[in-house]
């Protein structure tokens, strides 16, 4: 019987037991000083000579005796004569024998073209730079394991240090296996992936200054996986296997390390990220890490990084923490540390925190995220509104300029989202897609600037209105209207199934993909089966739910839904057919004082110019006829 995990390790642990067994020998060597920017000294660096190297003046004047300036003053003037008296000199100038300060120009008069009167006396070394006072032949200019930046370069060639002793880079050999595994460059076919995961690991190496060397995918065979490990160790002081850390049935990598050398940890008590091997193989350490790319990126930052470190004698990076209130509730297992990606934005005052979608496989998670927050393994999770300390993986200011927009999500946000860097380089917006319901709520408790909403009332047939003033009634927001967009059945190209109305999905027995629940198109859905009298429950699919209008789109051009309910434009961008249902408006809800403020004010000005209109109705199934006009306001 295969077992599952050798270990369910604490993250501490497990990165404690495991730097403990591993000492990466090291490398040096020499280069020109000014090529070792980024570089990390092997050995501490002694000046060579001072610098100065002699008295230098620091500023423009001239060189004097202080002795004979003694006593000067506006009621005794002392005049003094060029070269018996002084000298001029220049910034930078060597002080002559016999004079001991510098009188700035800007403090003498000329009396004559060969003699100056001063009005007050020069102090001993005045504006005179010692030899070295900047570097003195002999001190330690820099110590050992000392990673070298632009002024340091400076300093050492001043210190006569033309050539460095620095520590080569470790190499980290990255090993992606896979059978469906293909490169980047190849075309996508069914049941493949492409290998983008070996790029992000060498790019993350590589900012670590490491040296990664990226070798051809091996597909899911023992013995070729083996080849390639024994291959691989032969060049490298670190190995990465990305891929087949599990225990499937083709997951080899734990066995492997096993059987050349010795496996420490076999599973961490993380999420994601849990299948880790922690191993060592002729005394190289070899970590075995997920495929999943987020768990793969959490994987290798907790492992190699500070191995890569350790080999420096450098002290990891943290990053910057801060506090923020939650927008949402973060359910979470006990007995796993989990690391949930955050949206994070600075609403009236005070940072909110949303998560993202909490799956190892979701890698565009790591490129909107603000921040990441750790859930211990003893806590079950945190309620809305309670306050937490997330790890930053973006600059506090770019999180303080950002406009939080929450609600229905609409393509059209990130045309908005490109208009805004282009006019203002420091103006960011962040989406978080919670349907029109959470949107308007989002407002309500103060966590967002703009909701994005499209919620019919069934009674009225008016959009968006009702419902802000039930649940706003205290609050000064304002409706801004975006544009009108064609709402409809999203089905295959050429409508194999014959679909022509809404009653078709449920006679015809098809299976249909929806929006979540509190999403404006799962609103105008429901009223159109309520209307025709069908029991959504009898519908296949009803249930399978998604958070944007391109999320369903890619299921029906997958094949995995036969229909769906969304916008013209999801359509057109996945080559699908469209049945249209009708026209919605869709607006945005803020509150006046954002309205008001410079940001809102950009904002406004993006939505009204021709610019925006032209991108916008280019997608197809919009209309900007009203845009930037208020529809309402309390």
């Not at 070729?224 to 291959?231: M, P, S, T, V």
């Not at 599973?267 to 922690?278: D, E, H, Q, R, S």
């Not at 280019?618 to 309402?632: H, P």
């Amino acid at each position: 019987m295969q077992k599952v995990y050798l270990d369910n390790v604490p993250l501490d642990e497990a990165r404690k037991m495991f730097l403990e067994k591993i000492k990466l020998p090291c490398f040096t060597e020499r280069i020109k000083t000014q090529d070792a920017l980024g570089r990390v000294l092997a050995q501490p660096v002694f000046a060579k000579r001072s610098m100065p190297a002699f008295h230098a003046s620091a500023m423009d004047g001239i060189a004097v005796d202080s002795n004979k300036t003694f006593g000067a003053s506006e009621q005794n003037p002392i005049i003094l004569t060029l070269d018996k008296d002084f000298v001029e000199v220049d910034t930078g100038d060597p002080i002559p024998e016999g004079f001991d300060a510098v009188i700035m120009i800007e403090d003498i008069h000329w009396v004559n073209e060969n003699q100056i009167e001063i009005l007050a006396p020069a102090a001993p070394w005045q504006h005179i730079r010692p030899v070295g006072e900047d570097v003195v032949a002999g001190e330690i200019i820099l110590p050992a394991h000392h990673k070298l930046t632009p002024p340091d370069l400076g300093v050492l060639l001043a210190g006569g240090i033309l050539e460095v002793e620095v520590l080569v880079p470790p190499r980290v050999a990255i090993i992606p296996t896979g059978t469906e595994l293909i490169k980047p460059e190849e075309e996508v076919s069914w049941g493949k992936i492409v290998d983008f995961n070996s790029t992000v690991l060498a790019a993350y190496i590589t900012q670590w200054t490491g040296t990664p060397q990226v070798y051809p995918i091996i597909v899911d065979d023992r013995q070729l996986i083996k080849e390639g490990i024994l291959k691989a160790l032969e060049d490298c002081d670190i190995l990465v296997v990305n891929a087949g850390s599990s225990a499937g049935r083709e997951d080899y990598t734990a066995g492997i390390i096993s059987e050349l050398g010795e496996v420490f940890v076999h599973g961490i008590a993380t999420k994601p990220g849990k299948p880790v091997i922690l191993g060592k193989i002729r005394n190289k350490p070899v970590i075995g890490i997920p495929g999943y790319p987020v768990s793969a990126y959490l994987a290798l930052e907790w492992f190699v990084r500070p191995l890569i470190y350790n080999y420096y004698g450098l002290l990891e990076p943290e990053r910057e923490k801060i506090s923020v209130t939650l927008g949402r509730r973060l359910v979470s297992a006990m007995g796993k540390e989990e690391f949930v990606r955050m949206a994070v934005g600075f609403v009236n005052g005070k940072y909110v925190a949303n998560p993202l979608k909490r799956g190892g496989g979701v890698t565009m998670t790591l490129v909107k995220a603000h921040g990441i927050l750790r859930i211990p393994a003893n806590s079950l999770g945190y309620e809305q509104g309670q306050e937490v300390e997330i790890e930053l993986l973006k600059p506090k200011e770019e999180i303080r300029n950002t406009i939080v927009v929450v609600g229905s999500h609409d393509l059209s946000l990130d045309i908005l989202s490109t208009l805004i860097r282009n006019v203002s380089g420091k103006l960011f917006i962040s989406s978080s897609h919670v349907g029109s319901m959470g949107g308007i709520l989002a407002i309500q408790k103060g966590e967002a600037h703009v909701a994005g909403t499209h919620l019919l009332d069934p009674e009225t047939g008016e959009y968006n209105i009702s419902y802000v003033e039930k649940l706003l009634k205290d609050k000064n927001v304002v409706l801004v209207n975006l544009l009108y967009r064609e709402q409809g059945l999203i089905i295959p190209r050429g409508n194999p199934k014959g679909i022509k109305q809404v009653e078709d999905i449920l006679t015809k027995g098809l299976t249909m993909v929806n929006r979540q629940k509190g999403a404006g198109t799962r609103v105008l859905f429901d009223h159109l089966l309520k209307t025709k009298g069908i029991d959504p429950t009898l519908i296949k699919g009803y249930n399978r739910e998604e958070f944007t209008h391109l999320g369903v789109a890619a299921a029906v051009k997958s094949g995995s839904a036969d229909v769906a309910v969304g916008i013209k434009s999801a359509a057109n961008i996945y080559d699908l057919d469209f049945l249209p249902i009708g026209e919605e408006r869709y607006d945005l809800l803020m509150e006046k004082d954002f309205l008001a403020s410079s940001k809102g004010q950009i904002l406004m000005n993006i939505i009204n110019s021709s610019d925006f209109h032209k991108k916008v109705e280019a997608l197809g199934g919009y209309s900007t006829r009203s845009a930037g006009q208020i529809i309402w306001q309390n």
